[in-house]
């Protein structure tokens, strides 16, 4: 089996010239590693760690003995902590505000932070005044996502608590995949019908990934 080789050296070179975007997860993870272990190790380490997860944040839920199998010592795997909660620090932003008014793109990128890495699928509710300012917020179902499951009856009697003019839908595909199944489209269409009779607009339907994001109404879908 084939493994990747990170060269430190150039890695770095990288990085002062062009900044933190130039480089990717696995070569972050392996400079992180190299500080531990050195080079021989790291790479080896790396190759190990995505052949089980697909995206580097998810390395801040490992157990102690899951993170020992990368830096294999217990005064190392703290001090990896200590770096996770200082880069998790770094990354601190405002969450979707009450009273704000978002595009579909902010909330997506937000959403994507949000719901991205989420091992089940989930679906977010956003409830919008006339003004389409945020007025109310909540996860209303986890689970498989489909007309079968999911019922309008939850989404608008939230909607209809706050007396919310219109809705946004939000849910992610543990997948990373942010392409439309046959389900999404049949329960957009559902919610969509549903909130008409009763007043309620659904203004957009946006699936995101652990690092992307599909609004219906940017791809036309919803109109």
Not at 71 to 93: G, I, P, T, W, Y
Not at 115 to 140: H, S, W
């Amino acid at each position: 089996m084939l493994t990747n080789r990170y060269n430190e050296e150039e890695i770095i070179q990288r990085l002062t010239k062009y900044r933190g975007s130039s480089i990717s997860q696995k070569e972050l993870l392996f400079l992180l590693i190299c500080g531990f272990l050195g080079k021989e190790n790291a790479s080896k380490k790396v190759n190990q760690f995505f052949l089980q997860y697909t995206d580097l944040r998810q390395i801040k839920d490992l157990s102690d003995i899951e993170l020992m199998e990368i830096v294999e010592s217990e005064h190392d795997v703290q001090m990896f902590r200590a770096l996770c909660e200082f880069a998790e620090r770094l990354n601190k932003r405002p969450k979707l505000t009450l009273g704000k008014i978002y595009t579909s793109q902010e909330i997506g990128e937000e959403m994507s932070l949000e719901l991205g890495l989420y091992l089940q699928e989930v679906l977010f509710v956003i409830l919008l005044d006339t003004k389409n300012q945020i007025i109310a917020k909540k996860i209303v179902f986890q689970g498989t996502l489909d007309t079968a499951t999911v019922h309008p009856r939850e989404i608008f009697r939230f909607a209809l608590q706050y007396a919310a003019a219109r809705i946004i839908i939000v849910h992610n595909h543990p997948s990373g995949d942010t392409v439309p199944s046959k389900n999404d489209l049949q329960l957009t269409k559902r919610i969509e019908e549903c909130g008409n009779m009763i007043g309620i607009g659904l203004l957009d339907h946006i699936i995101v990934g652990s690092s992307q994001y599909l609004s219906m109404r940017e791809e036309k879908i919803l109109s």
